[in-house]
T-cell receptor, first 111, second 115 residues
Framework: QQKVQQSPESLIVPEGGMASLNCTFSDRNSQYFWWYRQHSGEGPKALM?????GDKKEGRFTAHLNKASLYVSLHIKDSQPSDSALYFCAVSHNYAQGLTFGLGTRVSVFP | GPKVLQIPSHQIIDMGQMVTLNCDPVSNHLYFYWYKQILGQQMEFLVN????????KSKLFKDQFSVERPDGSYFTLKIQPTALEDSAVYFC?????????????FGKGTRLTVV
């Protein structure tokens, strides 16, 4: 059964700083990787996806995937207080399969 | 942006009773999901539903669980009878396509407490 683990559990970042979130997964057949963000009182919202090895940049957010190392990461550049949220890594190995989520990393950005 | 609405936000129910959780998916979406999150644990996939049928379900989707979406109304998760271990936050989600490369939109969740 797929295991998705995230680290660190929580992260405190100064405004303007860089936040780095890590995620490892256990199933080598995993194909689809998502980062979801959940603000307090809201449901999770997709932040970005990555399906190929390497880096993918969307604005201040960069995802990195290394399938051979069973590793995916998210980096938030120039962090803003509005980035304070719970970040989930979500993985699927099947085109139509439900996502397997990690426990999340809580990011707090202080001014 | 597109929103998935869940009603109610909280529900407290006596063990053994039936409960129905309601979800109003994004209007043009075709695939619907329920996820369960026990406090302090991962959010876990329960079921996905398309064209009136369960397409895929996990081992967490017990025989006491059922889903339906009669005539385009709410997408519902019914638990009958409820057990103490059903206490959790249940997230409804929807997507335009079933593919794992398609964005899934989540509601805010219904917190179910079984006492």
């Amino acid at each position: 059964q797929q295991k998705v683990q995230q680290s660190p559990e929580s992260l405190i970042v100064p405004e303007g700083g860089m936040a780095s979130l890590n995620c490892t997964f256990s199933d080598r057949n995993s194909q689809y990787f998502w980062w979801y963000r959940q603000h307090s009182g809201e449901g999770p919202k997709a932040l970005m996806s990555i399906f190929s090895n390497g880096d993918k940049k969307e604005g201040r957010f960069t995802a990195h995937l290394n399938k051979a190392s069973l590793y995916v990461s998210l980096h938030i550049k120039d962090s803003q207080p509005s980035d304070s949220a719970l970040y989930f890594c979500a993985v699927s190995h099947n085109y139509a399969q439900g996502l397997t989520f990690g426990l999340g990393t809580r990011v707090s950005v202080f001014p | 942006g597109p929103k998935v609405l869940q009603i109610p936000s909280h529900q407290i129910i006596d063990m053994g009773q039936m409960v129905t959780l309601n979800c109003d998916p994004v209007s043009n979406h075709l695939y619907f999901y329920w996820y369960k999150q026990i406090l302090g644990q991962q959010m876990e996939f329960l079921v996905n539903f398309y064209n009136g049928k369960v397409m895929e379900k996990s081992k967490l989707f017990k025989d006491q669980f059922s889903v339906e979406r009669p005539d385009g109304s709410y997408f519902t998760l019914k638990i009958q009878p409820t057990a103490l271990e059903d206490s959790a936050v249940y997230f409804c989600a929807s997507s335009l396509a079933r593919a794992a490369n398609t964005e899934v939109f989540f509601g805010k969740g219904t917190r179910l407490t079984v006492v």
